[in-house]
């Protein structure tokens, strides 16, 4: 039998003089004061000095990530940030592993058999540590608040990279400028009119006022087959003129190819194929919707305007699966 052993063979480690047990429920080899410094007799000033370095450490935190926030908020500055985030995340892990160095039991504990019934001396102690520990509590709750604190402030400052994503993108999506009455106009800004456009002839056309604008492409066709209009969209096609959206309902290429004889409009990056007189609807290719059409109407000057937004959102659909 060595001397880690008992009577009955199970291993077990010295227990301390008295028997008790300390708050933190394990028992101090041969009596020693433990390196956290929460014995009633042992290191007061390590354990003090062990909070003092802890807040200190989450105060550090907090004020980096307060000034992570506030330069950020006036405008950012990389290499300030930088040194903002580190010093906040430093300063956590630093707290962090001062509480685990101070304030955690390190020795391997085990409470050897004994009888369950305490002597008054054991109560007695055990009354001592408790009060003692309680105090310890007490002055824990600072630095638990502090380590709170610290989490929350770094939370709140991470936040405002959200700002970074840009504005919102609202409506921007699903509708374009396109409004009722609003003429078509070519690159240049010149407003086209329904006998500009020739039979089987194709143009890229915009709303005026928005040639610029990444969604408003818009081919303008005057088809020499019978168009096939979809419920609701008799009146889309006056003089025969018919309108879609030039943007690829795959990944938003320009459509911009047209061949006359099949009424078909090609899309050149992954060749799908789009049948101008069924309302674009894709027959060829990758694109799985259609091509949306635009309402046209002629006005008392004979222009070509719009009667009203695109039948459904222009480009491709992969951040809207849904849409129409
Ligand atoms: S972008 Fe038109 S088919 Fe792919």
Request: aromatic share 6%; hydrophobic share 35%; with cysteine.
């Amino acid at each position: 039998m060595t001397s880690d052993e008992s009577p009955s063979g199970a291993p077990q480690r010295a227990t301390p003089p008295h028997g008790g047990t300390p708050p933190h429920g394990g028992t101090h080899p041969q009596g020693d004061t433990p390196p956290h410094g929460d014995t009633p007799t042992g290191s007061h000033h390590a354990g003090r000095a062990g909070e003092r370095s802890v807040a200190a450490a989450f105060a550090l935190s907090m004020a980096a990530a307060l000034g992570l926030a506030v330069v950020y908020w006036r405008g950012g500055q990389p290499q300030l940030e930088g040194t903002f985030l580190a010093l906040a995340l430093g300063g956590l892990g630093v707290g962090l592993a001062l509480w685990a160095r101070y304030f955690m039991p390190h020795e391997d504990v085990e409470e050897a058999r004994k009888p369950i019934a305490s002597t008054e001396e054991e109560i007695e102690l055990f009354r001592e540590e408790f009060e003692q520990g309680e105090r310890i509590l007490t002055r824990r709750k600072l630095l638990v608040r502090l380590a709170g604190g610290s989490l929350a402030t770094l939370g709140a400052a991470l936040l405002f990279p959200i700002r970074s994503l840009g504005p919102r993108p609202g409506k921007g999506f699903k509708s374009t400028p396109y409004r009722q009455g609003l003429r078509l106009v070519t690159s240049d800004g010149r407003p086209i009119k329904a006998a500009d456009v020739a039979v089987d002839n194709v143009l890229t056309v915009f709303p005026e006022g928005h040639v610029d604008e990444g969604d408003t492409p818009t081919l303008l066709i005057r088809p020499s087959g019978t168009n096939r209009p979809r419920p609701g969209r008799e009146q889309w096609t006056p003089d025969g003129l018919i309108a879609y959206s030039k943007l690829c309902t795959h990944v938003g290429c320009p459509v911009g190819l047209y061949q006359a004889g099949e009424h078909l409009l090609l899309c050149p990056c992954h060749q799908s194929t789009f049948a101008v007189l069924d309302g674009a609807k894709p027959l060829f290719g990758p694109a799985a919707r259609s091509l949306p059409q635009l309402p046209l109407r002629i006005d008392a000057k004979g222009y070509v305007v719009a009667a009203g937004d695109f039948s459904g959102p222009p480009g491709p659909g992969f951040w809207d699966r849904d849409r129409p």
